[in-house]
DNA sequence: TCAATATTTCACCGATATTTGAAATATGGA
DNA sequence: TCCATATTTCAAATATCGGTGAAATATTGA
Protein backbone atom coordinates (compact mmCIF):
# COMPACT_ATOMS: atom_id res chain seq x y z
CA UNK A 1 0.00 0.00 0.00
CA UNK A 2 1.29 3.43 -0.95
CA UNK A 3 1.94 5.62 1.72
CA UNK A 4 -0.83 8.36 0.38
CA UNK A 5 -3.56 6.12 0.43
CA UNK A 6 -2.46 5.02 4.15
CA UNK A 7 -2.41 8.99 4.69
CA UNK A 8 -6.08 9.11 3.32
CA UNK A 9 -6.34 6.26 5.72
CA UNK A 10 -5.04 7.46 8.80
CA UNK A 11 -6.43 10.98 7.85
CA UNK A 12 -10.27 9.33 7.64
CA UNK A 13 -9.88 7.30 10.56
CA UNK A 14 -8.88 10.27 12.92
CA UNK A 15 -11.96 11.54 13.91
CA UNK A 16 -14.25 11.04 16.55
CA UNK A 17 -17.38 10.13 14.57
CA UNK A 18 -15.69 7.86 11.97
CA UNK A 19 -13.43 6.33 14.18
CA UNK A 20 -16.94 5.22 15.91
CA UNK A 21 -17.99 4.07 12.27
CA UNK A 22 -15.30 1.94 11.74
CA UNK A 23 -15.92 0.58 15.38
CA UNK A 24 -19.42 0.02 14.90
CA UNK A 25 -19.32 -1.83 11.09
CA UNK A 26 -15.99 -4.15 11.49
CA UNK A 27 -18.17 -6.60 14.04
CA UNK A 28 -20.72 -6.58 11.84
CA UNK A 29 -18.47 -8.14 8.43
CA UNK A 30 -20.30 -7.92 4.87
CA UNK A 31 -23.48 -7.48 6.49
CA UNK A 32 -22.68 -3.82 7.18
CA UNK A 33 -25.44 -1.63 8.07
CA UNK A 34 -27.97 0.92 6.98
CA UNK A 35 -26.59 4.97 6.80
CA UNK A 36 -29.45 5.63 8.73
CA UNK A 37 -29.41 3.39 11.05
CA UNK A 38 -25.39 4.19 11.82
CA UNK A 39 -26.67 7.84 12.19
CA UNK A 40 -29.18 6.75 14.41
CA UNK A 41 -26.30 4.59 16.58
CA UNK A 42 -24.22 6.92 16.72
CA UNK A 43 -26.62 9.85 17.00
CA UNK A 44 -25.60 11.86 14.33
CA UNK A 45 -26.99 14.21 11.57
CA UNK A 46 -28.00 12.36 8.29
CA UNK A 47 -26.36 15.13 6.21
CA UNK A 48 -23.39 15.19 8.98
CA UNK A 49 -22.90 11.55 8.63
CA UNK A 50 -23.51 11.32 4.77
CA UNK A 51 -20.45 13.78 4.97
CA UNK A 52 -18.34 11.05 7.38
CA UNK A 53 -19.22 7.69 5.36
CA UNK A 54 -17.61 9.79 2.24
CA UNK A 55 -14.65 10.34 3.82
CA UNK A 56 -14.22 6.61 5.03
CA UNK A 57 -15.19 5.57 1.75
CA UNK A 58 -13.14 7.70 -0.27
CA UNK A 59 -9.93 6.36 1.69
CA UNK A 60 -11.26 3.14 0.59
CA UNK A 61 -12.23 2.02 4.33
CA UNK A 62 -15.83 1.18 3.65
CA UNK A 63 -17.91 -0.65 0.98
CA UNK A 64 -21.72 1.06 -0.10
CA UNK A 65 -23.78 -0.83 -1.71
CA UNK A 66 -27.58 -0.07 -2.50
CA UNK A 67 -30.88 -2.22 -0.94
CA UNK A 68 -33.87 -1.13 -1.86
CA UNK A 69 -33.88 2.44 -0.57
CA UNK A 70 -31.15 1.78 1.40
CA UNK A 71 -27.04 2.39 1.54
CA UNK A 72 -25.40 -0.44 2.72
CA UNK A 73 -22.16 0.36 4.15
CA UNK A 74 -19.69 -2.39 5.75
CA UNK A 75 -16.25 -1.94 6.31
CA UNK A 76 -13.17 -3.04 4.18
CA UNK A 77 -11.61 -5.46 6.25
CA UNK A 78 -8.52 -6.03 4.02
CA UNK A 79 -8.30 -2.17 3.86
CA UNK A 80 -8.05 -1.69 7.09
CA UNK A 81 -5.86 -4.73 7.94
CA UNK A 82 -3.53 -3.73 4.75
CA UNK A 83 -3.09 0.35 6.92
CA UNK A 84 -2.12 -1.85 10.14
CA UNK A 85 0.23 -3.75 8.26
CA UNK A 86 2.14 -0.81 7.03
CA UNK A 87 2.24 0.62 10.23
CA UNK A 88 3.46 -2.37 11.32
CA UNK A 89 5.57 -3.27 8.16
CA UNK A 90 7.23 0.53 8.89
CA UNK A 91 7.29 1.10 12.45
CA UNK A 92 7.87 -2.71 13.61
CA UNK A 93 10.79 -3.09 11.65
CA UNK A 94 13.24 -4.35 14.09
CA UNK A 95 11.58 -3.12 16.56
CA UNK A 96 10.61 -5.72 19.80
CA UNK A 97 8.99 -3.39 21.72
CA UNK A 98 5.95 -2.30 19.42
CA UNK A 99 5.50 -6.12 18.48
CA UNK A 100 5.66 -7.03 21.67
CA UNK A 101 2.73 -4.76 22.32
CA UNK A 102 0.77 -6.06 19.24
CA UNK A 103 1.42 -9.45 20.01
CA UNK A 104 0.14 -9.26 23.66
CA UNK A 105 -3.52 -7.26 22.07
CA UNK A 106 -3.71 -10.26 19.43
CA UNK A 107 -3.26 -12.66 23.09
CA UNK A 108 -5.57 -10.77 24.61
CA UNK A 109 -8.12 -10.32 22.17
CA UNK A 110 -8.19 -14.01 21.42
CA UNK A 111 -8.17 -14.96 24.85
CA UNK A 112 -11.26 -12.92 25.76
CA UNK A 113 -13.08 -14.09 22.76
CA UNK B 1 -5.20 3.35 25.78
CA UNK B 2 -8.17 5.75 25.62
CA UNK B 3 -9.65 6.33 22.61
CA UNK B 4 -9.50 10.09 22.61
CA UNK B 5 -5.50 9.30 23.02
CA UNK B 6 -5.52 7.30 19.58
CA UNK B 7 -7.20 9.66 17.80
CA UNK B 8 -4.61 12.19 19.09
CA UNK B 9 -2.03 9.68 17.65
CA UNK B 10 -3.84 9.07 14.40
CA UNK B 11 -4.33 12.93 13.67
CA UNK B 12 -0.71 13.26 14.82
CA UNK B 13 0.40 10.65 12.00
CA UNK B 14 -2.06 11.60 9.34
CA UNK B 15 0.22 14.05 7.56
CA UNK B 16 2.72 13.40 5.27
CA UNK B 17 5.76 15.14 7.35
CA UNK B 18 5.12 13.83 10.26
CA UNK B 19 4.52 10.28 9.18
CA UNK B 20 8.14 10.44 7.51
CA UNK B 21 9.64 11.94 10.64
CA UNK B 22 8.02 8.63 12.39
CA UNK B 23 9.51 6.59 9.75
CA UNK B 24 12.60 8.13 10.13
CA UNK B 25 12.58 7.82 13.83
CA UNK B 26 11.69 4.02 14.63
CA UNK B 27 14.94 2.54 13.34
CA UNK B 28 17.10 4.62 15.15
CA UNK B 29 15.42 3.61 18.53
CA UNK B 30 16.20 5.57 21.57
CA UNK B 31 19.11 7.28 19.74
CA UNK B 32 17.08 9.35 17.98
CA UNK B 33 18.32 12.44 15.92
CA UNK B 34 18.64 16.22 16.31
CA UNK B 35 16.14 18.29 15.26
CA UNK B 36 18.55 20.12 12.85
CA UNK B 37 19.15 16.75 11.03
CA UNK B 38 15.68 15.24 11.17
CA UNK B 39 14.85 19.07 9.27
CA UNK B 40 18.05 18.25 6.42
CA UNK B 41 16.91 14.86 5.83
CA UNK B 42 13.39 15.54 4.98
CA UNK B 43 14.13 18.82 3.23
CA UNK B 44 12.01 21.05 5.63
CA UNK B 45 12.54 24.14 7.07
CA UNK B 46 13.69 24.70 10.64
CA UNK B 47 10.56 26.06 12.14
CA UNK B 48 7.73 23.88 10.27
CA UNK B 49 9.80 21.33 11.57
CA UNK B 50 9.55 22.36 15.12
CA UNK B 51 5.73 22.46 14.49
CA UNK B 52 5.73 19.04 13.59
CA UNK B 53 7.75 17.36 15.91
CA UNK B 54 5.52 18.98 19.23
CA UNK B 55 2.68 17.60 17.24
CA UNK B 56 3.93 14.42 17.57
CA UNK B 57 5.44 14.77 21.18
CA UNK B 58 2.00 16.20 22.03
CA UNK B 59 0.34 13.03 21.14
CA UNK B 60 2.80 11.13 23.26
CA UNK B 61 4.68 9.36 19.98
CA UNK B 62 8.02 11.08 20.50
CA UNK B 63 10.01 11.96 23.48
CA UNK B 64 12.81 14.66 23.40
CA UNK B 65 16.15 15.56 25.42
CA UNK B 66 18.14 17.94 25.16
CA UNK B 67 21.92 17.38 24.56
CA UNK B 68 24.46 20.06 24.40
CA UNK B 69 22.68 22.79 22.20
CA UNK B 70 20.86 19.90 20.37
CA UNK B 71 17.49 18.28 21.06
CA UNK B 72 17.16 14.83 20.40
CA UNK B 73 13.95 13.48 19.02
CA UNK B 74 12.92 9.85 19.40
CA UNK B 75 10.00 7.70 18.34
CA UNK B 76 8.22 6.02 21.33
CA UNK B 77 7.94 2.77 20.22
CA UNK B 78 5.59 1.16 23.72
CA UNK B 79 3.35 4.21 22.27
CA UNK B 80 3.44 3.44 18.74
CA UNK B 81 2.50 -0.20 19.69
CA UNK B 82 -0.17 0.75 21.74
CA UNK B 83 -1.86 2.96 18.96
CA UNK B 84 -1.37 -0.41 16.53
CA UNK B 85 -2.97 -2.60 19.35
CA UNK B 86 -5.86 -0.37 20.06
CA UNK B 87 -6.58 -0.80 16.01
CA UNK B 88 -6.23 -4.68 16.40
CA UNK B 89 -8.58 -4.80 19.18
CA UNK B 90 -10.97 -2.52 17.91
CA UNK B 91 -10.87 -3.69 14.63
CA UNK B 92 -9.26 -6.80 14.35
CA UNK B 93 -11.93 -8.61 17.06
CA UNK B 94 -13.55 -11.50 15.40
CA UNK B 95 -11.95 -10.69 11.76
CA UNK B 96 -9.85 -13.39 10.53
CA UNK B 97 -9.61 -10.65 7.31
CA UNK B 98 -7.30 -8.27 9.62
CA UNK B 99 -5.24 -10.62 11.72
CA UNK B 100 -4.54 -12.70 8.47
CA UNK B 101 -2.98 -9.25 6.70
CA UNK B 102 -1.46 -8.35 9.84
CA UNK B 103 0.17 -12.01 10.13
CA UNK B 104 1.58 -11.55 6.56
CA UNK B 105 2.79 -8.12 7.00
CA UNK B 106 4.57 -9.84 10.07
CA UNK B 107 5.90 -12.77 8.42
CA UNK B 108 7.18 -10.39 5.28
CA UNK B 109 8.77 -8.52 7.31
CA UNK B 110 10.90 -10.81 9.62
CA UNK B 111 11.44 -13.20 6.36
CA UNK B 112 13.42 -9.77 4.90
CA UNK B 113 14.86 -9.16 8.07
C1' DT C 1 -49.34 9.90 -9.43
C1' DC C 2 -48.72 11.31 -4.64
C1' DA C 3 -46.75 11.05 -0.30
C1' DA C 4 -43.37 9.08 2.73
C1' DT C 5 -38.77 7.34 3.51
C1' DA C 6 -33.68 7.26 2.88
C1' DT C 7 -29.75 9.45 1.52
C1' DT C 8 -26.88 12.85 -0.68
C1' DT C 9 -25.63 17.43 -2.18
C1' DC C 10 -25.04 22.14 -1.50
C1' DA C 11 -23.88 26.65 0.38
C1' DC C 12 -22.53 28.93 4.31
C1' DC C 13 -20.00 29.77 8.38
C1' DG C 14 -16.86 29.16 12.12
C1' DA C 15 -13.08 26.50 13.90
C1' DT C 16 -8.55 24.29 13.12
C1' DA C 17 -4.46 23.27 10.85
C1' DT C 18 -0.51 24.46 8.13
C1' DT C 19 2.99 27.39 6.08
C1' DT C 20 6.07 31.19 6.16
C1' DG C 21 9.50 34.16 7.74
C1' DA C 22 11.13 37.06 11.32
C1' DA C 23 12.33 37.41 15.99
C1' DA C 24 13.40 35.34 20.43
C1' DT C 25 15.91 31.99 23.28
C1' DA C 26 19.57 28.95 24.61
C1' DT C 27 24.09 26.95 24.20
C1' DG C 28 28.98 26.47 23.27
C1' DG C 29 33.36 28.13 21.82
C1' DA C 30 36.90 31.81 20.52
C1' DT D 1 31.93 39.08 25.99
C1' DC D 2 30.81 38.25 21.19
C1' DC D 3 29.53 35.37 17.54
C1' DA D 4 27.80 31.29 15.40
C1' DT D 5 24.80 27.39 15.86
C1' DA D 6 20.39 25.04 17.14
C1' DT D 7 15.82 25.37 18.07
C1' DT D 8 11.48 27.40 19.34
C1' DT D 9 8.00 30.95 19.35
C1' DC D 10 5.10 34.20 17.30
C1' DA D 11 1.94 36.51 14.17
C1' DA D 12 -0.08 36.74 9.76
C1' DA D 13 -1.84 34.53 5.66
C1' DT D 14 -3.92 30.59 3.68
C1' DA D 15 -6.05 26.30 3.39
C1' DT D 16 -8.75 22.66 4.99
C1' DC D 17 -12.19 20.60 7.89
C1' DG D 18 -16.61 19.98 10.16
C1' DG D 19 -21.38 21.26 11.40
C1' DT D 20 -25.93 22.94 9.98
C1' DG D 21 -30.12 23.00 7.63
C1' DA D 22 -32.47 23.39 3.28
C1' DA D 23 -33.00 21.47 -1.11
C1' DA D 24 -32.30 17.73 -4.46
C1' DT D 25 -32.45 12.82 -5.70
C1' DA D 26 -34.02 8.14 -5.56
C1' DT D 27 -37.02 4.51 -4.11
C1' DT D 28 -41.13 2.34 -2.43
C1' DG D 29 -45.86 1.63 -1.62
C1' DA D 30 -50.74 3.35 -1.47
Redesign the interface.
Known amino acids: ME ?1 SR ?2 KS ?2 A ?4 TR ?1 EI ?2 LL ?2 L ?1 KDGLAAGAIAEALGVSASGLSFHLSQLEAAGLLTSRKASRHVIYA ?1 D ?2 A ?16 P ?6 D ?3 Q ?2 QAG ?1
Open positions: QVLLSMAHDLVRVPGACKLGAVIAYLLNDCCARDDICACTEARTEA
